[in-house]
């Protein structure tokens, strides 16, 4: 079946570092890719998101790019800070039945020391 | 404007006790999605409504779960005889209809079955 695969966490980084939490995923058609965000105590937030292969979706800092050679979305950020601390989930939709539903990954925690 | 409302946004309840969970769409989206996200199964789905057509129900766990959705807009999630496995965050989200458009969540019901 269709599913989502994220690495574990929790993640923990100091301020300014690297960022990269990988995904891939599993499909039976051409699905359209995103990652969410949680940050404590909110709800689950679009952080940004790629339909088709070679995309690359942005916003406040992280990007992905939609890989259909290695079915993966890893999403990535150059130098993150405390306030980027939260959970975040990898997922896919396909069109199904005439509708999309959204597969998750799931999650994963960072932590942002300062 | 408004976003996807749910109440209440805590829901404490005795084993064997019946519960609803609200949501109320952002207006004139008419597709509407309950997801579940728990510490052993992390977000999963529940069940689509896409205005009057029949919705969906293969995500339901058992058949004590149910939802209705009155009016093409709010939509009511019904669990019956809670029993601790129950116990997660309900999540209702909505979107517009066509593949591009992103769904949009609301801040959740967190259920605990005690």
């Known amino acids: 079946g269709d599913s989502v695969t994220q690495m574990e966490g929790p993640v923990t980084l100091s301020e300014e570092a690297f960022l990269t939490i990988n995904c891939t995923y599993t499909?039976?058609?051409?699905?359209?890719l995103f990652w969410y965000v949680q940050y404590p105590g909110e709800g689950l937030q679009l952080l940004l998101k790629a339909t088709k292969a070679d995309d690359k979706g942005s916003n406040k800092g992280f990007e992905a790019t939609y890989r259909k050679e290695t079915t993966s979305f890893h999403l990535e950020k150059g130098s993150v800070q405390v306030s980027d601390s939260a959970v975040y989930f990898c997922?896919?939709?396909?069109?199904?039945?005439?509708?999309?539903?959204?597969?998750f990954g799931a999650g994963t925690r960072l932590a942002v020391h300062p | 404007g408004a976003g996807v409302s749910q109440s209440p946004s805590n829901k404490v309840t005795e084993k064997g006790k019946d519960v609803e969970l609200r949501c109320d769409p952002i207006?004139?989206?008419?597709?509407l999605y309950w997801y579940r996200q728990s510490l052993g199964q992390g977000l999963e789905f529940l069940i689509y409504?896409?205005?009057?057509?029949?919705?969906?129900k293969s995500g339901l766990p058992s058949d004590r779960f149910s939802a209705e959705r009155t009016g093409g807009s709010v939509s009511t999630l019904t669990i019956q005889r809670t029993q601790q496995e129950d116990s997660a965050v309900y999540l209702c989200?909505?979107?517009?209809?066509?593949?591009?458009?992103?769904?949009?969540f609301g801040p959740g019901t967190r259920l605990t079955v005690t």
């Open positions: 499909a039976t058609g051409y699905p359209s």
């Open positions: 409504f896409q205005g009057n057509s029949a919705p969906d």
């Open positions: 207006s004139g989206h008419t597709a």
């Open positions: 997922a896919l939709t396909l069109l199904s039945g005439g509708y999309n539903k959204l597969i």
């Open positions: 989200a909505s979107k517009t209809v066509g593949r591009a458009y992103e769904q949009y």
